[in-house]
């Protein structure tokens, strides 16, 4: 039985053994608190029924935890000098893939297919490409039905915050039109080898049936959501009006909002998402 790696001495020892040098450039912060693997886990409501996406294994810390909790993991790893290592603290383990390679790059429906239609993700996030991560998950695969992963505080609160929140934007409007997001609790810079500079969050992604509002053109929604929080303090006719993809006036949006009984100088923070697929539904029937 392999030891488990979720404590500082014993990720020194191994990172040591293999000469493993941590490279910034990736966003290699490794867990050595077991309390969070174990909390990710629960949340994750893995059985043996489950084949697990783990993004980034590192040395396989929570990879460890997933296997025995999960019927098989997937674990797509970018950092090549890391192969071995997995290969050693994941020798006891038989349900375990690994395979090398960018997540951002990596065919998602072929993972699924290959598990037989679902998957659910897990990840301690590589913090630099946390977002294009997330709206890939949700935009291009529709058989990951849950998502838990660790992601900076301030990105979490973002993701769950709605209309008049000053951390409200496109991302949090991007990720609710495809999920329920939950953060399922805080964990402080301490638990992760390097430290990083701020505190991090476990957050859940539950797919929703279907997306929350049905826009005539989901791509055109995006753009005026785009160019609503691209120039968040101006009024959303400027901001609209500003943006070229969406080749509308200053007056089209102006009478669009008017005709929802919106204020003309309203700004996107205070749209909901139904607000901005009616407003996208107006704007297109005038091009
Ligand atoms: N899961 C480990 C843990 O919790 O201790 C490591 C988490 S660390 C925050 C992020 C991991 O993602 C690193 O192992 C890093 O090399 C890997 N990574 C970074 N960019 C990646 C990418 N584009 N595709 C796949 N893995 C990536």
Redesign the pocket.
């Known amino acids: 039985m392999n030891a488990y790696l979720a404590n500082a001495e014993k990720t020194k020892e191994v990172i040591e053994r293999h000469g493993f040098a941590f490279?910034k450039q990736?966003?290699?912060?490794?867990?050595i608190d077991s309390a969070v693997p174990e909390a990710i886990v629960r949340a994750a409501e893995l059985t043996k029924d489950d084949t697990v996406l783990e993004?980034?294994?590192?040395?396989g810390?929570?990879t460890q935890y997933l296997a025995e909790a999960a019927g098989h993991v997937v674990a797509?790893?970018?950092?090549k000098t890391?192969i071995p290592v997995l290969a050693d603290t994941l020798a006891g383990f038989d349900n375990v893939t690994v395979l090398q390679?960018?997540?951002?790059k990596t065919d998602l429906g072929a993972i699924i297919d290959e598990a037989g239609g679902s998957v659910k993700v897990v990840?301690?996030?590589?913090y630099y490409?946390t977002t294009p991560i997330i709206m890939k998950l949700l935009a291009q695969a529709e058989g990951i039905g849950l998502i838990t992963v660790m992601v900076q505080e301030e990105v979490a609160e973002r993701i769950v915050s709605g209309p008049g929140s000053k951390a409200y934007g496109a991302i949090s409007l991007g990720v609710q039109y495809y999920a329920e997001p939950e953060i399922v609790r805080s964990v402080p810079p301490h638990c992760f080898m390097p430290q990083p500079k701020v505190a991090s969050s476990v957050l859940k992604l539950k797919r929703r049936e279907k997306p929350l509002v049905t826009p005539q053109d989901e791509a055109h929604m995006f753009a005026c959501i785009k160019a609503a929080f691209l120039q968040r303090r101006k009024t959303l006719p400027n901001a609209l009006s500003g943006y070229a993809p969406l080749a509308v006036s200053r007056d089209q949006a102006a009478a669009a909002l008017k005709a929802m009984g919106l204020d003309e100088r309203a700004r996107g923070e205070t749209l909901d998402l139904a607000q901005f697929a009616r407003l996208s539904d107006r704007l297109v029937q005038e091009r």
């Open positions: 490279r990736f966003g290699q912060n490794f867990l993004i980034g294994p590192g040395i810390t929570m797509v790893e970018i950092d890391l390679g960018d997540i951002l990840a301690n996030l590589p490409i």
